[in-house]
């Protein structure tokens, strides 16, 4: 490495002090510049390269760079939430040791594959499924995996007492690292249009709940995606739906509001891509369970057939026998074991069974 080179190093030949200093003088918000500099200090105390701390990070080697120059062209906000994001799970993995890391399963490459296409046809994509079968945790890994300001996810919100359109601006502004406080509805539209700029992809989560909006709300959201976000092939987006198929949602729609959903339609895929219980992959569950131990082929087939059961929480319920089972094992002081994870889904699903009856 040159002189010259030596010198341009972003880590080993800054202190986290100048960088705090240099960012406070490029007129970085102070939450942003505490967060870079944090992050900083962690990569002078592990002594990572900027490559190094870039593929722990999800960050370009670049991006790590500017930061650290405070020379970034993009959002410092948005680089801020990401580094709070990649702390929060260093810390999950220093007390839970792994278990909770997120499982690469073949669904969720699926998954990425579909938001990866979206990205470049710049359509809008419906994606579908029962409950609990890895959509909204795999779209928040793949956010944070490309997360350079060019993946945008939030979820919407259920109508309650408030303008849901309004909270869905609200959201979306705060996803956009926009302020919302004591700022007026007009201005938090255009900060999140010109957020919105250095953006190609949009992912909606919970698009189901639109079906508890009044109609008025839904219109405005819709213009909303179709004008503003969508933009005539200015980004893609995807809607995220749970227990319910979008299309016929969107038709009832236009039938009760008389909506033009042409327009809309006109820049969907053609194809909704559907998930089902009974497609999971046997591979995918193992994958899942080698988090917390090495487990024997029975028990992995056995919790394969729990998770394609209908109606039972899929991945869910298998999260919830393997962190019982953790539990318990971390409590007693005992290893993890096929019969230990066995008799938890024995009685996880007594305990279902039981409310099954009492309900009917």
């Known amino acids: 490495m040159t002189t010259a080179a030596k010198q341009a190093d972003p880590i080993a030949d800054r202190t986290t002090d100048s960088v705090a200093a240099a960012l406070r003088a490029a007129g970085v918000d102070a939450d942003a510049v505490a967060e870079i500099a944090r992050l900083h200090a962690f990569a002078c105390e592990r002594g990572l390269s900027v490559k190094?701390?870039?593929?722990?990070?999800?960050?370009s080697d670049s991006s790590v760079s500017q930061l650290f120059a405070a020379k970034y062209p993009g959002n410092y906000t948005q680089r801020a939430a990401h580094i709070v994001r990649f702390f929060h799970d260093e810390e999950n993995r220093r007390i839970f040791g792994g278990v909770k890391d997120f499982v690469q399963t073949a669904t969720a490459r699926m998954l990425w594959r579909i938001f990866e296409r979206t990205r470049y046809n710049r359509r809008i994509q419906i994606v579908q499924s029962e409950e609990q079968l890895g959509k909204s945790r795999a779209a928040e890994q793949y956010a944070v995996e490309h997360n350079s300001g060019r993946t945008i996810l939030l979820q919407l919100a259920e109508a309650g007492l408030s303008n849901p359109f309004g909270i869905f601006l609200r959201d979306l502004a705060l996803a956009c690292s926009v302020t919302v406080d004591h700022v007026k509805a007009l201005d938090i539209r255009y900060k999140i249009l010109r957020s919105l700029e250095a953006c190609d992809l949009v992912i909606i989560d919970e698009f189901h709940l639109v079906e508890s909006w009044p109609d008025k709300a839904v219109r405005a959201l819709l213009d909303f995606l179709r004008i503003q976000v969508h933009a005539n092939g200015r980004r893609g987006i995807v809607l995220i739906a749970t227990n319910s198929d979008v299309m016929t949602l969107l038709e009832a729609f236009r039938a009760s509001a008389r909506y033009n959903l042409g327009q809309l339609i006109g820049r969907m895929n053609n194809e909704t891509l559907e998930l089902y219980a009974d497609d999971i992959p046997i591979d995918d569950v193992r994958l899942f369970v080698e988090r917390y131990y090495k487990p024997g082929k029975a028990v992995v087939s056995k919790l394969h057939d729990i998770a394609c059961r209908p109606k039972l929480g899929h991945f869910g319920l298998l999260d919830d026998i393997l962190?019982?089972?953790?539990?318990?094992?971390?409590?007693?002081?005992?290893?993890?074991?096929?019969?230990?994870?066995?008799?938890?889904?024995?009685?996880?699903?007594?305990?279902?069974?039981k409310r099954h009856n009492k309900q009917h």
Do not use: C, F, N, Y
Request: charged share 25%; proline share 3%; no cysteine.
């Open 323 to 353: 962190g019982a089972a953790w539990a318990t094992a971390q409590l007693d002081r005992i290893p993890m074991s096929d019969d230990l994870v066995l008799g938890i889904a024995r009685e996880k699903l007594d305990d279902l069974a």
């Open 52 to 59: 190094a701390l870039a593929g722990l990070t999800h960050m």
